[in-house]
């Protein structure tokens, strides 16, 4: 097991170019989730899927940002027309599905966006 | 809107214990509480977490007030790395995170 990957870890763009960023959750967990932190501030949740469903999408999920999770497995998160505003750290997060929602969360170490 | 209530700081010695609270007065009968922490350039890392009962693992052990209003994360002897920005979440699925507790470890 070697943990949630994301990658890139790194990406600097033009404002107005598309990225795409990808996760590879933990094998055999169901549920993946997708967070933004800016400087300063705790993570914020974007939004999750259980297996390959997107169960919930945080209203600060714009029309620009599309997630997909394909068969399940691994996951991408694309923002289009990018902004200077976009500029964080994108972190990806996995869980099992069990009982309850008490199951601890994952985290990858992130693609950190600079739009420029 | 977090939802809990953490000090901004907190100051502690290398090899002593370290007492981070956290109150969440509103929490549901069904939120979990959650204690991740996270180190610089890195993502959250997990601690512990429970519903009702004390909990106590590898890392830490957690105290939850029998209303459920409020808890303690209890770091039994404060490490260097233990070093981080700790965070304290009442949640069902999803993880929402406030500001945190920057805490330092004094060698």
């Known amino acids: 097991d070697t943990g949630v990957s994301q990658d890139p870890r790194h990406k600097i763009t033009k404002r107005g170019q598309n990225v795409t960023f990808r996760c590879d959750p933990i094998?055999?967990?169901?549920?993946l989730y997708w967070y933004r932190q800016t400087l300063g501030q705790g993570p914020e949740f974007l939004t999750y899927?259980?297996?390959?469903?997107?169960l919930e999408k945080s209203r600060l999920l714009s029309d620009r940002f599309s997630a997909e999770r394909p068969k399940g497995s691994f996951s991408t998160l694309e923002i289009q027309r990018t902004e200077q505003g976009d500029s964080a750290m994108y972190l990806c997060?996995?869980?099992?599905?069990?009982w309850g929602q008490g199951y601890e969360q994952y985290f990858g170490p992130g693609t950190r966006l600079t739009v420029t | 809107d977090a939802k809990t209530t953490q000090p901004n700081s907190m100051e502690s010695n290398e090899e002593e214990p370290v007492h981070l609270p956290c109150n969440h007065s509103t929490i549901s009968g069904t939120d979990y509480i959650h204690w991740y922490r996270q180190l610089p350039s890195q993502g959250p890392e997990y601690v512990i977490h429970?519903?009702?009962s004390n909990v106590n693992n590898r890392m830490a052990s957690l105290a939850i007030a029998e209303d459920r209003k409020s808890s303690t994360l209890i770091l039994h002897r404060a490490t260097l790395r233990d070093a981080a920005v700790y965070y304290c979440i009442r949640s069902y699925g999803k993880l929402t995170f406030g500001q945190g507790t920057i805490l330092t470890v004094h060698p």
């Open positions: 429970g519903l009702t």
């Open positions: 094998s055999e967990h169901n549920r």
């Open positions: 899927f259980q297996n390959e469903a997107q």
């Open positions: 997060a996995s869980s099992p599905l069990g």
